[in-house]
């Protein structure tokens, strides 16, 4: 079971597993646009917030960013009876599992793009959030799938785009390197055609000049 929450601004979702074992499959079946969030150095909940296709963490809002937090440390047996912890998050691809770690542990391909942030407990906001909850029991694998199979195909809809404007751009070359030597031909042959009348009109003057004396 996944339980599906709508952040504050009504534009993201932001969605959790209802166990460690769910967590697993959350770990292995997460989208690229996909952020996780947890309690440092505590047992919590792992907790996902899916941006829009091209956002990175900087386009995280603040009010956004305290939403994931505070529903992470709610959802921490220790850190839910703390005033303030402090929660990590990064992008899902940088997740590292290995076989040697136990469920719902994870490590990092990349730490230096882990962030923390300390935050403390806001009643408000987990209640706000808690009335948009839904359980679902979603097919993980296939929605991963299917939104690989999306990206696939606009990264090839991009290429053909990007080749066909090739093309074009190329046939305009062409068309202009035509048009720019049919342009010297033409003006050579004004130059041959005024030459040869510049040849008759000298015969005529000097048929003239001779037919005068």
Not at 24 to 42: A, Q, R, S, T
Not at 54 to 83: F, H, M, Q, R, W
Not at 90 to 97: G, S
Request: charged share 40%; net charge neutral.
């Amino acid at each position: 079971m996944v339980y599906y929450f709508t952040s504050r601004c009504g534009k993201y979702t932001i969605y959790m597993g209802k166990d460690k074992y769910e967590n697993e499959h959350l770990i292995k079946y997460g989208h690229p646009e996909d952020c996780w969030f947890h309690v440092d150095d505590l047992s919590s909940a792992h907790v996902y917030l899916r941006l829009k296709p091209g956002e990175t963490l900087d386009d995280i809002s603040p009010d956004l960013l305290l939403d994931c937090a505070t529903l992470v440390k709610a959802n921490s047996i220790a850190g839910c009876k703390k005033k303030s912890v402090y929660v990590v998050y990064t992008r899902w691809k940088n997740l590292k599992k290995t076989s040697d770690m136990v469920d719902g542990q994870v490590g990092y391909f990349r730490p230096g793009n882990v962030r923390r942030i300390e935050v403390e407990k806001d009643n408000s906001i987990v209640n706000a959030l808690n009335k948009t909850k839904v359980e679902k029991y979603p097919n993980l694998r296939e929605e991963q799938q299917m939104r690989l199979d999306e990206i696939k195909n606009q990264v090839k809809e991009r290429r053909r785009l990007e080749e066909k404007e090739k093309r074009l751009e190329e046939i305009a070359r062409k068309k202009e390197k035509e048009e720019r030597s049919y342009d010297r031909i033409m003006d050579a042959d004004k130059m041959i055609s005024n030459k040869g009348k510049a040849s008759v009109d000298e015969s005529a003057a000097e048929e003239f000049e001779d037919d005068f004396f």
